[in-house]
């Protein structure tokens, strides 16, 4: 695992941004793994900057997110289909045809995102975000190293720490849909990103702690292609 400590958060993504860049600028026809949340929105603006300038063109990038609330239509404001069209979508030249969100709607037979991943030749390079209890994904503490994409149930951590984006905490869905455990190990690359003092904890766990379901994102010290790209606060427990 390679870990790469920067200051602030504007550091963590614009470095992230340079790996996506190199990368989409080797294979024009990548498959990216994409996350949500607050951690990758510098990273997104950044893409919006370098493509603005005539750096990276995404006319041929596949994309999968990696996770969406089960109840929310892709047009609600805090789904995260709808998340990846205001923050990145839009402002690129991507062919909407080419981005995945799970469906959280019509939630039968979930693993079918895995089977349609894998036709698209894999993800040869997976955006992660982190938890504060250490989830992947939505893979919350306890899940199933083997996992695929699957509904979930979140934890009353988690739809805490999300009730800040929505109106109140009664809004925040309990379930989602997310890809598994063993979904995101099948990335060829993974690069993860961290930032704040909220994630130290995590973070000590990532890199120092042992393999454990109580610590999901653990799994990621047996994958052999894992960049961790975090700010000062992220990293203040090691
Ligand atoms: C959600 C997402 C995760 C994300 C996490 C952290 O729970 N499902 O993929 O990593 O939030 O979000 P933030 O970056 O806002 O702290």
Same mark, same amino acid.
């Given at each position: 695992?390679?870990?790469?400590?920067?200051?602030?958060?504007?550091?963590?993504?614009?470095?992230?941004?340079?790996?996506?860049?190199?990368?989409?600028? #080797?294979?024009?026809?990548?498959?990216?793994?994409?996350?949500?949340? *607050?951690?990758?929105?510098?990273?997104?603006?950044?893409?919006?900057?370098?493509?603005?300038?005539?750096?990276?063109?995404?006319?041929?990038?596949?994309?999968?997110?990696?996770?969406?609330? #089960?109840?929310?239509?892709?047009?609600?404001?805090?789904?995260?289909?709808?998340?990846?069209?205001? #923050?990145?979508?839009?402002?690129?030249?991507?062919?909407?045809?080419?981005?995945?969100?799970?469906?959280?709607?019509?939630?039968?037979?979930?693993?079918?995102?895995?089977?349609?991943?894998?036709?698209?030749?894999?993800?040869?390079?997976?955006?992660?975000?982190?938890?504060?209890?250490?989830?992947?994904?939505?893979?919350?503490?306890?899940?199933?190293?083997?996992?695929?994409? *699957?509904?979930?149930?979140?934890?009353?951590?988690?739809?805490?720490?999300?009730?800040?984006?929505?109106?109140?905490?009664?809004?925040?869905?309990?379930?989602?849909?997310?890809?598994?455990?063993?979904?995101?190990?099948?990335?060829? #690359?993974?690069?993860?990103?961290?930032?704040?003092?909220?994630?130290?904890?995590?973070?000590?766990?990532?890199?120092?702690?042992?393999?454990?379901?109580?610590?999901?994102?653990?799994?990621?010290?047996?994958?052999?292609?894992?960049?961790?790209?975090?700010?000062?606060?992220?990293?203040?427990?090691?």
């Amino acid at each position: 695992m390679k870990i790469i400590r920067l200051k602030n958060e504007e550091q963590v993504g614009l470095e992230a941004s340079k790996i996506v860049i190199n990368e989409i600028n #080797k294979k024009n026809n990548i498959v990216l793994g994409l996350a949500t949340g *607050s951690t990758p929105i510098p990273l997104y603006n950044n893409l919006i900057k370098f493509y603005n300038e005539g750096k990276v063109n995404f006319a041929s990038v596949k994309t999968f997110n990696l996770d969406e609330y #089960k109840g929310l239509k892709p047009t609600h404001i805090q789904s995260y289909r709808y998340f990846m069209n205001e #923050k990145l979508f839009k402002h690129i030249n991507i062919d909407l045809n080419n981005t995945h969100v799970p469906n959280g709607i019509d939630v039968e037979n979930p693993s079918k995102y895995d089977l349609l991943i894998n036709e698209n030749g894999g993800i040869d390079l997976q955006i992660l975000g982190l938890g504060v209890n250490g989830h992947i994904g939505f893979n919350e503490p306890n899940t199933d190293f083997n996992s695929l994409t *699957s509904e979930v149930n979140l934890t009353e951590s988690t739809i805490k720490a999300n009730s800040r984006l929505f109106a109140s905490i009664d809004e925040v869905p309990k379930k989602a849909i997310s890809m598994g455990l063993k979904s995101i190990m099948n990335a060829k #690359k993974i690069v993860l990103l961290a930032t704040g003092k909220n994630k130290a904890k995590a973070i000590q766990q990532l890199i120092e702690g042992k393999l454990s379901v109580d610590w999901p994102c653990t799994i990621l010290q047996e994958h052999s292609n894992v960049i961790v790209i975090i700010d000062e606060q992220a990293a203040s427990e090691l």
